[in-house]
């Protein structure tokens, strides 16, 4: 199969979020603040210190911003007509919009798009959009750069950790894909972006409370306008915070499981050691909302002779009775090095048709991207981990 690679530049800044923390409150640029990732009060209450606005001129102020650039994809202040001409003017002078830099589009024979992204010197992480996913196309978004979790089947894994990504490099992932698919304003009918997926790089339940300002972000009604409904985060198992997830973000939750046992579990994925299955499977049937109309998507990467048995299968309807659930199936999706090989077309049928038999929906994942390394599991990025005194200089 062949691959089409474009080097290209978007024609924004990158995020200037270099030197931030996971708790950075919003994004600077030259001293300027960034609009992208401040929340509705947040950049109400920043027209107040900048202009000396009453408060509820600085809230009106703040949702026709808000809409210009979460709607309408605004970079500039200048395309906001609804804004006088004096504010247009000196808006500039104190806020900034941003997006990441595309540093590599990569598109597939299938039409996968995956783009390499520069939040920062040294900090680069990848996303990827899947049309024909969900209502139109799925992007899948990353909340780290590198990984920590080190699951043995995961590309990502081998990346160390540099740093959290912010709300504001999460919401950016969005923007700029949105930029690239013509796709302003949000609430267009023929939308190609319907669903995000936080299944990219990173651990999204270890930079939670980003997570959960971004799906705030993206969300409102107001601005890109997706669904809670149509948003999943996907964990490996971080069951403390589980609970905090539903409840403060309402999204729909994803298990990596990829075992049934925890001595295979603990070695593909090693949280488990930390948080065995008994634990994780308790943190489901407690996460908020879970109703046969909110079920949980249990991800089962398919490894050839490892965990793909029938033996397998019927251990796991039993862990999963009385969970409201759907079982992705996904076929192993190589990478170089890698020490495993994917299960065979016919074990992975017979795989599904016993957990369809019990009463699961168990959808194998179609394979999206292998030709440019965009599938899951397969995302890497080349950062590098910088010593904090080395980002200083």
Not at 93 to 102: A, K, L, Q, V
Not at 167 to 181: P, R, T, W
Not at 238 to 259: F, R
Not at 361 to 380: E, F, H, N, W, Y
Request: glycine fraction near 8%; proline fraction near 6%.
């Amino acid at each position: 199969m062949t691959k089409h690679i474009l080097d290209i530049s978007n024609g924004h800044s990158a995020n200037p979020n270099t030197d931030a923390t996971p708790d950075t409150a919003c994004v600077k640029n030259k001293g300027l603040q960034d609009v992208i990732g401040l929340t509705r009060p947040e950049l109400a209450q920043a027209l107040v210190e900048a202009f000396d606005l009453d408060p509820k001129k600085a809230k009106m102020r703040a949702s026709q911003i808000w809409r210009w650039v979460y709607h309408f994809g605004a970079t500039h202040f200048d395309a906001m007509t609804d804004l006088g001409k004096e504010m247009r003017a000196i808006l500039p002078d104190h806020f900034s919009i941003s997006r990441p830099e595309i540093i590599e589009k990569q598109v597939s024979t299938d039409g996968t798009r995956k783009y390499l992204l520069k939040f920062g010197p040294g900090v680069e992480a990848e996303c990827v959009f899947i049309p024909d996913v969900g209502r139109s196309g799925a992007l899948c978004v990353s909340s780290q750069v590198g990984c920590t979790l080190n699951c043995t089947f995961c590309h990502t894994g081998t990346q160390k950790l540099v740093r959290n990504l912010t709300a504001a490099e999460i919401v950016g992932q969005v923007m700029v894909v949105k930029d690239d698919l013509g796709e302003w304003p949000s609430d267009s009918d023929t939308r190609k972006l319907s669903n995000i997926v936080f299944m990219g790089m990173g651990e999204p339940l270890y930079n939670l409370p980003h997570v959960g300002t971004a799906i705030d972000l993206i969300s409102d009604e107001n601005g890109i306008a997706l669904s809670r409904r149509r948003i999943t985060v996907s964990t490996s198992g971080v069951v403390p915070q589980m609970h905090p997830l539903g409840l403060e973000t309402n999204a729909m939750l994803a298990i990596s499981l990829h075992a049934v046992q925890d001595e295979l579990r603990d070695v593909l994925v090693p949280i488990n050691k930390k948080y065995p299955l008994k634990e994780l499977l308790q943190a489901c049937r407690d996460y908020p909302g879970l109703s046969n109309a909110r079920r949980i998507t249990f991800e089962y990467v398919m490894l050839n002779g490892v965990n793909d048995s029938l033996v397998e299968a019927r251990e796991l309807v039993r862990l999963l009775k009385g969970i409201p659930a759907k079982i992705n199936l996904i076929p192993f999706n190589p990478w170089p090095g890698a020490p495993y090989e994917c299960s065979s077309w016919e074990r992975i049928e017979g795989f599904a048709d016993l957990v369809n038999r019990a009463g699961y929906a168990s959808p194998i994942r179609t394979p999206r991207g292998r030709d440019i390394a965009a599938a899951c599991g397969q995302l890497k990025s080349e950062s590098i981990k910088e010593r904090a005194s080395a980002r200083l200089k």
